[in-house]
């Protein structure tokens, strides 16, 4: 029985599906929720301002926050929390570490978009150290 679940949260549909999943499968578990702040998702904008890096930063780790949130508030529970910032599905991985499971959505691309995206959920089931489930 799993006791300790990881659940990756992207604000995206897909994750709070997951995230409902597990609750419902797993509902004495312990949560986790997850939040990778990718910095190749800040649409790489320069700026002569040094502060400009850190406002995106802070905004992008609000975002998490307020996610993280409405998530407990949806499914009623207390979870653990984590931002972390870096590649997506090494750093989902390297959460899982301390995990008994790992539930997580999918986007459901196909053909060549997933070939030129990569797949996230790809990556993790195969390098996740812990059993993954993938909710669509």
Do not use: C
């Not at 959460?95 to 978009?113: I, N």
């Not at 996230?120 to 390098?127: K, L």
């Amino acid at each position: 029985m799993a006791k300790r679940i990881l659940v990756p949260v992207d604000g995206s549909p897909q994750s709070a599906a997951a995230l409902r999943f597990a609750t419902e499968e797993w509902p004495g578990a312990d949560f986790v929720l997850l939040n990778v702040i990718n910095p190749a998702n800040s649409g790489g904008r320069r700026s002569v301002l040094p502060t400009a890096a850190e406002d995106w930063y802070d905004r992008a780790r609000d975002d998490a926050r307020e996610t993280f949130a409405e998530l407990a508030a949806e499914t009623g529970i207390d979870p653990d929390t984590i931002i972390t910032v870096g590649r997506i599905a090494p750093s989902i991985v390297d959460a899982a570490a301390d995990a008994d499971h790992v539930v997580m959505g999918s986007h459901g691309r196909t053909g060549v978009s997933r070939v030129v995206l990569g797949s996230v959920a790809e990556a993790v089931v195969r390098h996740s150290p812990v059993p993954v489930t993938i909710v669509r």
